[in-house]
C-alpha cells in the first residue's frame, strides 16, 4: 500500500518538461548550494553540517531509485550501513587511508547492490519492497553477528587519517571540506544521470513500462544498472559517515534507517533534483534540535509526514516546483 501511495504522487516537477531558461535556473542553483556549502561552516557547527550532507547524498541516491526509476526498496540502510562497516574496519584495523576506506566501503556497497538487485528486480510493486526489506534485514543480522563488525558495540574509534597521507582530517574543518567535495559531486553525477539518455530510459520505464518494453527497451538491465548506482551511492554516504564520526554501529544498517531516507525523500520532494537534500536537512535538523525529547522525535517526525502527505504530496520542493511550474 506504501508502495502504491508513493508511485501514485507522481512528482508534477519531474513531468514538466525542461527549456533552457529551467536547465539556466538548476545551473544557478547548483552554484547557490557551491556557496552555501563554502559559508556554512562560517556560521554552523561542522559536525551538524557533515551529518547534513552525509544524509542528503543518501536521500539522493535513494530518490534517483524511487523518483526516477519508479521502485520503492524499504531496504537502502543494507548499502549504507555495510559500507559504513567496511570503511570503518579497513581504517582502523588495516590502517587504509581515508579515501581508501570510503572507496572501499562504495565499492562494498556496489556489490551487495548488483547481488540484491539481481535478486529484487524479478518482481514488481510491493513485492519488490518486500524482497528489499528482507534482503536488508539478512545484512543487519549478518552485521549483528559477525565478528568484524564488533555486534552491538559496533567499530568504535575509528581514525580518520591523513588524505592522500598530506593532509590531515583531525580538525573537523578540514573534514568538512572533504565531504563538502564528495557531497557536491555525488549530486552532480546524479545529475548527470537524470538528464543522460540513460535517465530519460528510466523516466520512461517509471511512467509505462509496458510500452518501454514494447519499444524494446530491456526494462530489468535498466532496472538493475539504477539499483547499483543507487546503492553505490547510498554506499558512498555510508563509507563517508563513518570516517566523519568515527563510529559504524548497527544504527547505520538497522531497518529504520530506510525508513528514514524514505522519509527524507518524501518530505522534500521525490522525483525532484533538490528535494531530497532539503528533506534531509529537515529530517535531520528535527533530529539535532529535538533531541531533548527523547523518543518523541519520532512522533513528531510522524506527525512532520503525515502533514506533507496532507497539505504538499509533491514535497516542499516539489510545491515549489508547481508553484513556479519550474522542473527543480
Known amino acids: 500500500?506504501?508502495?502504491?501511495?508513493?508511485?501514485?504522487?507522481?512528482?508534477?516537477?519531474?513531468?514538466?518538461?525542461?527549456?533552457?531558461?529551467?536547465?539556466?535556473?538548476?545551473?544557478?542553483?547548483?552554484?547557490?548550494?557551491?556557496?552555501?556549502?563554502?559559508?556554512?561552516?562560517?556560521?554552523?557547527?561542522?559536525?551538524?553540517?557533515?551529518?547534513?550532507?552525509?544524509?542528503?547524498?543518501?536521500?539522493?541516491?535513494?530518490?534517483?531509485?524511487?523518483?526516477?526509476?519508479?521502485?520503492?526498496?524499504?531496504?537502502?540502510?543494507?548499502?549504507?550501513?555495510?559500507?559504513?562497516?567496511?570503511?570503518?574496519?579497513?581504517?582502523?584495523?588495516?590502517?587504509?587511508?581515508?579515501?581508501?576506506?570510503?572507496?572501499?566501503?562504495?565499492?562494498?556497497?556496489?556489490?551487495l547492490g548488483l547481488v540484491f538487485g539481481a535478486l529484487a528486480i524479478r518482481r514488481q510493486g510491493i513485492y519488490f519492497s518486500m524482497i528489499t526489506l528482507a534482503l536488508a534485514q539478512m545484512a543487519f543480522f549478518f552485521a549483528l553477528q559477525a565478528k568484524f563488525t564488533g555486534g552491538e558495540d559496533g567499530i568504535q574509534a575509528v581514525p580518520r587519517g591523513n588524505l592522500f597521507g598530506a593532509i590531515s582530517l583531525a580538525d573537523d574543518r578540514t573534514m568538512y571540506a572533504l565531504v563538502a567535495v564528495i557531497f557536491f559531486f555525488g549530486m552532480l553525477a546524479i545529475y548527470r544521470i537524470i538528464h543522460s539518455p540513460f535517465g530519460q530510459v528510466l523516466k520512461a520505464i517509471r511512467d509505462n513500462e509496458s510500452r518501454a518494453v514494447s519499444l524494446g527497451y530491456r526494462v530489468n538491465q535498466y532496472k538493475l544498472a539504477v539499483f547499483v548506482l543507487s546503492a553505490t551511492l547510498a554506499g558512498l554516504a555510508g563509507a563517508t559517515k563513518a570516517i566523519v564520526f568515527q563510529l559504524a554501529s548497527l544504527t547505520d544498517v538497522h531497518w529504520s534507517m530506510s525508513g528514514e531516507v524514505v522519509l527524507m525523500t518524501l518530505v522534500g520532494g521525490m522525483g525532484t533534483v533538490f528535494g531530497p537534500i532539503v528533506g534531509a536537512l529537515v529530517?535531520?535538523?528535527?533530529?539535532?534540535?529535538?533531541?531533548?525529547?527523547?523518543?518523541?522525535?519520532?512522533?513528531?517526525?510522524?506527525?512532520?509526514?503525515v502533514l506533507c502527505v496532507l497539505l504538499f504530496r509533491e514535497g516542499v520542493v516539489g510545491l515549489i516546483a508547481r508553484k513556479l511550474r519550474r522542473p527543480l
Open 1 to 111: 500500500m506504501a508502495d502504491t501511495a508513493a508511485l501514485d504522487a507522481a512528482p508534477i516537477a519531474a513531468a514538466l518538461p525542461e527549456s533552457r531558461d529551467d536547465k539556466a535556473l538548476q545551473r544557478k542553483i547548483f552554484v547557490g548550494i557551491a556557496v552555501l556549502l563554502v559559508a556554512a561552516p562560517m556560521v554552523l557547527y561542522p559536525v551538524y553540517l557533515m551529518k547534513v550532507l552525509c544524509f542528503a547524498l543518501f536521500a539522493l541516491a535513494f530518490n534517483l531509485l524511487l523518483g526516477y526509476g519508479g521502485l520503492l526498496s524499504f531496504g537502502h540502510a543494507a548499502y549504507f550501513g555495510m559500507a559504513s562497516y567496511l570503511s570503518a574496519y579497513g581504517a582502523k584495523v588495516w590502517g587504509f587511508s581515508p579515501e581508501v576506506a570510503i572507496l572501499l566501503g562504495t565499492l562494498t556497497a556496489a556489490l
Open 283 to 305: 529530517i535531520v535538523t528535527m533530529e539535532t534540535y529535538l533531541a531533548q525529547f527523547g523518543a518523541w522525535v519520532t512522533v513528531i517526525q510522524g506527525c512532520v509526514f
